[in-house]
């Protein structure tokens, strides 16, 4: 069964860092793309950044510069380092499985991060 | 950046009905258009890729149409757990997804 078991998140002022991971169990994640979408509170869906199997990655313009996406093949996990947090970066951040052609198959349940002060 | 437009915002049926979905792209996307659905609380689930493939086990009541700029979500008979948000997301450029339409019950 496959299985994304997420955790991090939480209350951080303006300015703070956040580490999100995402684990997964039923396939392995450095053969596949690992992406981090989010949710701002009532309202829609957002890419946020994907991890390739190569390695490589990309991130939202909104986001360039300030996340980083990792992973850790031993511990089957990705991360979602997160600084220089900004108000408008409240949401629920979801890891998913990036079906190599950018369609999400598998998500995880979700992590709520509140920016404020 | 593409965008997509959803509509209706909100979609009022009765259960047993019909449901039909819109949602359009600023510029071709072809076929490569997702729809998910998003329960209260939950994470979204792959309903549709490629325009009109259903995700492994999705029901048959849900089809997807269209191509380019145009694309329906078709929910044949309403069934009481498909009352929920769809949303809609190309994969032709960097995603994007569309505002989401929520189908409530009537």
């Known amino acids: 069964e496959v299985q994304l078991v997420q955790s991090g998140g939480g209350l951080i002022q303006p300015g703070g860092s956040l580490r999100l991971s995402c684990a997964v169990s039923g396939f392995t994640v450095s053969d596949n793309y690992m992406a981090w979408v989010r949710q701002a509170p009532g309202g829609g869906l957002q890419y946020v950044s994907v991890?390739?199997?190569?390695?490589?990655?990309h991130f939202a313009d909104s986001v360039k510069g300030r996340f980083t996406i990792s992973r850790d093949n031993s511990k089957n996990t990705i991360y979602l380092q997160m600084n220089s947090l900004r108000v408008e970066d409240t949401a629920v951040y979801f890891c998913a499985r990036d079906h190599s052609t950018g369609r999400y198959d598998y998500w995880g349940q979700g992590t709520l991060v509140t920016v404020s002060s | 950046e593409i965008v997509l437009t959803q509509s209706p915002a909100t979609l009022s049926v009765s259960p047993g009905e019909r449901g039909t979905l819109s949602c359009r792209a600023s510029?071709?996307?072809?076929?490569?258009l997702a729809w998910y659905q998003q329960r209260p609380g939950q994470a979204p689930r792959l309903l549709i890729y490629g325009a009109s493939k259903r995700a492994t086990g999705i029901p048959a009541r849900f089809s997807g149409s269209g191509y380019g700029t145009d694309f329906t979500l078709t929910i044949s008979s309403l069934q009481s757990e498909d009352f929920a948000v769809y949303h809609c997301q190309q994969y032709d450029d960097n995603p994007t997804f569309g505002g989401g339409t929520k189908v409530e019950i009537k």
């Open positions: 991890i390739y199997n190569d390695g490589d990655s």
């Open positions: 510029q071709s996307v072809y076929s490569n």
